[in-house]
């Protein structure tokens, strides 16, 4: 029997390529996130494949309406085998006019938006002694990094979160893994004005993903080129260093 896999902020990048390889690597698959056109045409081509799928649009940043939608797909495809909680916004962090509406907001989809779904999922994982939480945080969540502060403050809360409660669900038959990605191409990063080393693919993020999940990792981080980067270097870069780069890619984006 095939087991089921729900996927938030399906409807594009890492998500919609995620939800497409799960399908391909056995899962039946549930979508949720707001833009529901887009989930229906993920569906069908995710049933093309002989999977079955189904989506539910909710607002990740509201309790009620995650929670309706892990119900809601539970109901027609089966208990929650797999959750993937993949939906996030970046919107920047202006220093000088900082702006706590979108702090807010950033928390609200990329922390709290993730444990809504948790919470929603949790019991039936436990009452069936197996499941598997994969939180979507990012290699950002090492270092804060200029203009993008808040978002990076959302990853490594993220991050801390699902390793402060993983010890707990390993002994409930519960495994977690976090991901860690650098930068993917997506609706998130074509907006980026500045040079983005090693850019991967979504397709590529994806099955590097899947195969991290198969393996039951605790981490998945890519590229790894790029985690090397962060994590032997950018984390201990001194703020000088950190603000010329940044004045440089923001004259880069100006011309
Ligand atoms: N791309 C990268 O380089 C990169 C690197 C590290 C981590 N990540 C993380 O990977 C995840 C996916 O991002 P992406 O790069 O694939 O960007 P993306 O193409 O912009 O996808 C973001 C997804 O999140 C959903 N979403 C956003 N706000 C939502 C809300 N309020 N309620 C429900 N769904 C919402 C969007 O769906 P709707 O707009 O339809 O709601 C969309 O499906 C994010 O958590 C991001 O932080 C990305």
Known sequence: MRRVAVVTGASSGIGRALALELARDGYDVGLTARRVDRLESLAAAIRATGARAECVAADAARRDETHHAMRTLAERLGPIYLLVANAGIA??????EPDADALEAEFRVNLFGAFYAIEAVIPSMREHGAGHVVAMSSLAGYRGLPGAAGYCATKAALTRLIEGMRPD?????????????GYVR??????NRFRMPFLMETEQAASLMVRAIRRRKKVCEFPRRMSLLVRCLVRYLPDRLLVTRVRADKQRARL
Not at 91 to 96: I, N, P, Q, S
Not at 169 to 181: D, E, F, M, N, Q
Not at 186 to 191: I, K, L, Q
């Open 169 to 181: 669900w390993a002994l409930a038959g519960i495994r977690a893994t976090i991901v860690h990605p």
């Open 91 to 96: 919107l920047g962090t202006d220093a000088l």
């Open 186 to 191: 997506s609706e998130m990063t074509d907006r």
